[in-house]
């Protein structure tokens, strides 16, 4: 099922003392996320990004705007009439009931016409086990399960009653680091199986990098961008995007386009056709980096910290806006530690511009991809 | 290290010396009374060891008087709060508006002179020569008759009893419930909504079983309380519940004791420890029909 | 009837169950607050009505226009009331602070110093807790009556001071504060009783609050032990008061009187409801979890 969101926005205001103040958590939003995807909703803590989720499962009524699975506007419907399937954060399992009664338990809400016989029911139980893999576990009680199986026995759960859209909320944030891996992959898995438009929140970058097929970043309850993950890494909408995902963080230079050419701290980097001369921070990631001693881009020395394949440079320059940047290269490139300065040129396709008015990326040094 | 220890005595000489002489030894020395026959009061002394005390509290008039009241009392009152508790707290859970407000107002009992308000409610209920008291009026707006509910039949002065008693144990159940209520993850009724989840299957099947322990914990509570109830009467009849007819068994207890009829601590001893061990019992079988229930 | 037909009408039926449920909540609630509210309302309006009207009206009125403060005097001055209030007073404040007195040391004990046996003194008081009152009394009243402290303060004090539960209580909360503080104001020598008075008792202000709070209710609303041990006037507590009043003061029948005396024994503790409400509350939802 398609999700359509159409100028969508939730207002909270405070209570008591405080219901003057207004906090808008989802602003405006206009999106259209196709059929049978894997959608990862991504943004720092507090963006906004459950809200969104709310909204979509039926759980918050919108301030403003409609919301259409398919054709179907379901904007006014409560979320039990949406057929929607939902993960909670912490999984929600009821304590008391076995994992086979927690999963057929949204089957036994079902009354009159659309109520399976037992032996259906029992069938869409064991095929939803099947598929999350906890088959050996159903008489056991929430409490006797590990983090990882609780996440299965969820997933089972909102997928059993056969949903148009699953819905996960931060489902790896309670796993350890091992098993976030694991669990991803599974989450993967089992949308590719059943086909189901699924979203899922996360705020950790790599998570939705990993094993989405696009991914909508958020912040402070505006849609920053959509897109392939590869896409957004390779072209992000402006800085917040362009800093929000890759680690180790984009490298941000306070710069400025000289006739046709990009300037660093006085010195001229790389040709950059297209744009008008104005100042404009440019945004390179570590592994645009390439050790030449004939480069255009000075450098001070700070650090040299060899990690296996890759070797991680530390660097001060005059026009970058932190304390020092850093510069990933393969370990095989010998780097003199002693020397006090070092000498880079730019890969262009890692390079971005964005403007200094309203940060909205300018284009691209490679091809003169310019937007 | 010695220094030390003496003072950790020190620390508790005062709690031990006031336990000691007002519930260590009155435990022991209430059993030497339970046993004791022909004990005199005034010469304190006695002509024989035996149960004859109990047989005699048992073959007292008053005393199953006292029994058959305390039992309608608990069957009664007990269902009905704790039910009336759950069906208020629930409904204070679902609201935001004016809930502040609810809950201040449905605590307000609790912190009451319990002999003061039962004043009230005497008033309220009774009839004489000059009025035949408020609640007789609506009564009458329905056709029946003028009842007077504190001197007349026993099935009215039980029904003041039983009202009042829950008016009174309400609002700890309230307060009990609520917070238990507050306390059930609200992750679980977004997880039921989703699902379409009807009302009633919540309630049996998430916030029944999510606050189980609390509703079995104001039911054992509830029950020891209410076996021991004594104030809420002589609120409403007096201080001669005999005469009333409307005696419980700790008030059997008091009057054994003190009064007109005192001076026979034995048999207060006695009717003290037949109380003891029916609460005993009631609780023993509580907590077994609990632990087949309850979800911790 | 088209999808969003439905739509509409699976929204309509969702929000007239929404309203129909909010107001039969609100109803219910409304109902019980009314009952709990009406006999206060009720001992109010009786204690400002005339003795002659009052008694006048066969059909109770619902209000007064001529609300009339004689009562209150009466309720002062034919009846001991104020000796009453001030009994019960004295008694409240003794017994609530004789009880921080002795439980707060010996949770102190319980929870942070070591000597022998401790661990079994405090299983035995732990066993203390499910002793009824009951059982305990008769002894007590004729201990009392033996030393002949019927009627005196003493008498009335000492036998109610002592609370296990709160022992216990205050002895969890003691225990939940870390023992590397305690060891560092021993490393800084600091003694024991200082260390109880200028560090525990601070640190764990919100139970003893809750204690106190549960002690005075107790005390003010005590009712059968009093009764036990007082048959002079001088001694009656308010509880008792009230019952001297309802069968031997005022003449049996001056109710607006007798609901004057009502109205000003109940308003100490609902004002101070009133003004600590949430402590209060919480407190009585925590101390009341006793076994």
């Known amino acids: ?371 | 290290m010695k220094r030390k220890r003496s003072s950790g005595w020190l620390y508790l000489l005062p709690a031990i010396l006031l336990l000691g002489a007002f519930m260590v030894y009155p435990l022991i020395d209430v059993l030497i009374y339970s046993v004791e026959e022909g004990y005199n009061s005034a010469s304190q002394t006695f002509n024989g060891v035996g149960l004859y005390n109990y047989s005699h509290v048992l073959r007292d008039p008053y005393f199953m008087q006292a029994l058959k009241n305390t039992f309608i009392i608990v069957i009664i009152t007990v269902p009905v709060s704790t039910g009336l508790a759950l069906l208020i707290s629930l409904q204070l859970s679902k609201i935001k508006k004016l809930r502040d407000l609810f809950q201040t107002v449905f605590f307000l009992p609790y912190v009451t002179n319990t002999l003061a308000v039962g004043l009230v409610f005497m008033i309220l209920f009774k009839r004489t020569p000059y009025s035949d008291g408020l609640i007789n009026l609506m009564i009458s707006i329905f056709g029946a008759g003028p009842v007077d509910f504190i001197d007349g039949p026993y099935a009215a002065k039980m029904f003041v009893m039983c009202f009042y008693t829950v008016w009174v144990v309400l609002p700890f159940k309230v307060l009990i419930l609520t917070s238990a209520l507050a306390s059930v993850k609200k992750e679980y009724y977004n997880a039921a909504r989703v699902d379409g989840t009807p009302r009633w299957r919540v309630f049996t099947k998430i916030t029944l079983p999510a606050i189980s322990p609390m509703l079995f914990y104001l039911i054992i509570t509830g029950f020891i309380g209410a076996f021991k109830a004594y104030s809420d009467e002589v609120a409403l009849f007096g201080t001669d519940l005999n005469a009333a007819g409307m005696n419980t068994i700790v008030g059997y207890i008091y009057d054994m004791l003190y009064g007109n009829g005192g001076g026979y601590p034995s048999y207060a001893a006695a009717a003290a420890l037949i109380l003891f061990a029916i609460v005993l019992t009631i609780t023993v079988i509580n907590l077994m029909v609990s632990r087949k229930h309850v979800h911790y | 009837m088209t999808r969003q037909q439905e739509f509409a009408r699976i929204r309509r039926r969702a929000r007239a169950k929404d309203i129909a449920f909010t107001a039969i909540r609100y109803t219910l609630l409304g109902v019980w607050a009314v009952i709990v509210l009406f006999p206060f309302y009720w001992m109010i309006l009786t204690s400002v009505k005339e003795y002659g009207a009052y008694n006048s009206e066969f059909i109770p009125k619902f209000f007064t226009l001529t609300p009339t403060f004689k009562n209150y005097i009466d309720a002062f001055t034919t009846v001991s009331l104020g000796k009453y209030f001030i009994n019960t007073v004295i008694y409240t404040a003794v017994t609530t602070a004789l009880m921080l007195a002795v439980t707060v040391p010996a949770a102190f004990a319980f929870a942070r110093l070591e000597f022998k046996g401790r661990d079994t003194v405090f299983v035995l008081f732990l066993a203390l807790m499910m002793i009824p009152t009951e059982l305990v009394i008769i002894t007590n009243f004729v201990t009392v009556t033996d030393l002949g402290l019927r009627n005196t303060f003493t008498g009335l004090i000492l036998p109610t001071a002592t609370s296990v539960f709160y022992i216990y209580l205050l002895k969890e909360n003691f225990g939940q504060v870390p023992i590397e503080i305690y060891k560092a104001a021993k490393v800084d020598g600091t003694s024991d009783l200082k260390f109880l008075l200028k560090v525990l008792v601070p640190i764990c202000r919100p139970t003893i609050v809750t204690i106190t709070i549960l002690k005075v209710i107790e005390c003010w609303n005590a009712y059968v032990w009093p009764r036990l041990i007082t048959d002079n006037e001088a001694y009656y507590l308010v509880s008792n008061g009230i019952q001297e009043i309802r069968e031997n003061g005022f003449g049996r029948d001056n109710i607006p009187a007798m609901m004057a005396a009502v109205v000003v024994i109940s308003v100490p503790l609902i004002v101070l409801f009133l003004i600590f409400r949430k402590k209060i509350m919480a407190g009585v939802s925590r101390g009341g979890l006793k076994g």
Request: net charge negative; charged share 25%; aromatic share 6%.
């Open chain 1, 1 to 371: 099922m398609e999700i359509v969101l159409k100028n969508l926005s939730k207002v909270f205001s405070g209570s008591g003392k405080r219901r003057h103040e207004k906090v808008v958590a989802v602003n405006r939003f206009d999106l259209t996320i196709p059929d049978g995807k894997l959608v990862g909703l991504l943004g720092p803590s507090g963006c906004g990004k459950s809200t969104l989720l709310n909204l979509i499962c039926g759980l918050e009524e919108p301030t403003e705007g409609r919301i259409l699975f398919g054709s179907d506007d379901v904007t006014d419907l409560p979320p039990e009439a949406r057929g929607v399937g939902m993960v909670f954060q912490n999984y929600a399992l009821y304590p008391h009931l076995s994992v086979h009664d927690n999963i057929i338990f949204p089957l036994e809400n079902l009354r009159g016409a659309k109520r399976l016989p037992k032996e259906e029911m029992e069938k869409r139980v064991a095929e939803a086990a099947r598929l999350v893999q906890i088959t050996e576990l159903m008489e056991r009680r929430p409490d006797e399960l590990s983090g990882g199986q609780q996440q299965r026995v969820a997933i089972a759960r909102a997928l059993v009653k056969t949903p148009s859209v699953l819905l996960l909320d931060e489902p790896l944030s309670n796993l350890d680091a091992r098993l976030r891996l694991q669990t991803r992959e599974e989450i993967r898995r089992i949308q590719t199986e059943t086909g189901v438009t699924t979203v899922f929140v996360t705020h950790d970058q790599e998570e939705a990098m990993s094993i989405s097929d696009y991914i909508i970043v958020m912040k402070e309850g505006v849609l920053q961008q959509l897109g392939e993950p590869q896409t957004i890494y390779e072209k992000p909408a402006n800085l917040f995007v362009a800093k929000f995902l890759g680690t180790p963080q984009i490298n941000v230079f306070d710069a400025e386009i000289r006739s046709g050419r990009l300037c660093l701290g006085g010195a001229e980097v790389m040709p950059m056709q297209g744009l008008a001369d104005m100042p404009v921070w440019a945004g390179i990631r570590p592994e645009g980096f390439v050790i030449d001693p004939a480069g255009p881009l000075e450098c001070g020395l700070v650090r040299v910290e060899v990690m296996g394949r890759d070797t991680s440079i530390v660097f001060t320059h005059p026009a970058f806006t932190g304390a020092s940047a850093r510069a990933i290269v393969p370990t095989a490139k010998n780097v003199d530690r002693s020397a006090p300065t070092l000498r880079f040129s730019l890969n262009p396709e890692k390079v971005h511009i964005f403007s200094k008015t309203d940060e909205l990326r300018l284009g691209a040094a490679a091809g003169g991809d310019v937007q």
